[in-house]
């Protein structure tokens, strides 16, 4: 840039700077700098997604306990047999003549698994048919079995969650 047009420029700028500093001394209220409006900006938008964190935690947790996938129910299970096996007591897509997108239930699950930072997409395969998931693949533990159903079985188009997650040795 030619020095002419800086040296143009320079005191455009000065005067732009000093006209966004000046306050208005006529009212008792003075408007927020925008400094001051983006820092109450991040100050609410990080509560409001602690809060959404918070009771997206609490939901889960309830859907744990609702559909029998507290730890000790699946050690239960796992005692039993590697099948683990969890219906929804109602559902809105079982109905006759209604199609199902398999695929587009398996991608909604994957994304709920690369999206959950306790288990791992790559170590858990999601099947599909007509409403009943089923997984496979590893888990740390019998908690994140747990976990893995209630994320499948908290799907729309999902009446039945089948798993053979088996717990890493």
């Given at each position: 840039m030619p020095m002419k047009?800086?040296?143009?420029?320079l005191p455009l700028l000065g005067l732009v700077f000093?006209?966004?500093a000046k306050k208005d001394t006529t009212t008792a209220y003075s408007e927020p700098?925008?400094?001051q409006k983006?820092?109450?900006?991040v100050k609410d938008a990080a509560g409001k997604t602690k809060d959404m964190a918070i009771d997206a935690k609490d939901a889960v947790s309830d859907k744990l306990t609702e559909w029998k996938l507290t730890p000790a129910d699946i050690k239960a299970d796992l005692d039993k047999g590697a099948r683990v096996v969890r219906s929804k007591a109602s559902t809105t897509g079982a109905k006759a003549g209604v199609m199902f997108d398999n695929a587009k239930v398996v991608t909604v699950i994957n994304a709920k698994l690369v999206g959950d930072y306790k288990l791992s997409a790559l170590k858990i395969n999601v099947d599909?048919?007509?409403g009943v998931v089923t997984l496979k693949g590893t888990v740390k533990s019998p908690e994140l079995i747990g976990r893995a159903i209630a994320l499948a079985l908290d799907t729309d188009d999902v009446s039945q969650v089948v798993s053979l997650l088996k717990v890493e040795a």
């Open positions: 047009k800086i040296i143009f420029i000093a006209g966004c700098t925008m400094a983006a820092e109450m900006a599909a048919d007509n």
